[in-house]
């Protein structure tokens, strides 16, 4: 079984401050995790993404993530927020392929409100 | 290379019509995934199949709901005698293999039950 958990449904910084989001998952395999955006009416774009290797992960856009399984957390980050980063995001976790899992668990969504 | 295609990407319907969502795959894509975003909610896996195969489908409703993946055209996503509560994002995701590493979204289909 796998679940996500996003703190904080809405969020609000000031412009050029720092942008952080939560996202807690469990999984009793190792899992992928993604961080994903959505723009007002409209679909998914992938932010950044956890395979395997390398636990800090840069995205698009100058968000980055850090996965951490100690602590079973995969937060958002960007040191410097836009105006056009005003969106909804998503955290998700999936399981490794071959585990017969592969399909997408997402969280609720947390909503990044930027003050100008 | 087209992206995954969606259509309509707006559905309007009454009570009780049925609702056809459409999905085609990126090109050399045999897996397809079906997700509802729920408004203010996050979204929710519905089905997986592959080309004439439904490999998972424990997110979908058990009445009502119905999804196929010929071995020609696009995957469709069936809804049968809508009601309001149906009302959703209808996203799908396409993949070469079973992985999720490689799966891309589609920009998703607005179905509003009047």
């Known amino acids: 079984a796998q679940s996500v958990t996003q703190l904080g449904s809405h969020v609000s910084v000031s412009e050029g401050a720092l942008v952080l989001l939560r996202c807690n998952y469990s999984?009793?395999?190792?899992?992928?995790l993604f961080w994903y955006v959505q723009y007002p009416n409209q679909g998914l774009q992938l932010l950044l993404k956890y395979t395997t290797g390398a636990t800090l992960v840069k995205g698009i856009n100058g968000f980055e993530a850090e996965f951490k399984k100690s602590e079973t957390s995969f937060h958002l980050t960007k040191p410097s927020a836009h105006m056009s980063d005003a969106a909804e995001y998503f955290c998700a976790v999936s399981q490794t392929i071959g585990f017969g899992n592969e399909k997408f668990t997402f969280g609720t969504g947390t909503r990044l409100t930027i003050i100008p | 290379n087209a992206g995954v295609m969606q259509n309509p990407r707006h559905l309007v319907r009454r009570r009780g019509q049925e609702a056809r969502l459409r999905c085609s795959p990126m090109k050399g894509h045999s897996h397809v995934y079906w997700y509802r975003q729920l408004p203010e909610e996050g979204l929710k896996f519905m089905v997986y199949?592959?080309?004439?195969?439904?490999?998972?489908e424990s997110g979908m409703p058990k009445e009502r709901f119905s999804a196929e993946f010929p071995k020609e055209g696009p995957s469709i996503l069936r809804i049968q005698q809508v009601v309001r509560g149906d009302s959703a994002a209808y996203f799908c995701?396409?993949?070469?293999?079973?992985?999720?590493?490689?799966?891309?979204f589609g920009p998703g289909t607005r179905l509003t039950v009047l």
């Open positions: 995701a396409s993949s070469p293999d079973r992985s999720t590493d490689t799966q891309y």
């Open positions: 999984s009793s395999v190792p899992p992928y």
């Open positions: 199949l592959q080309k004439e195969n439904i490999i998972d």
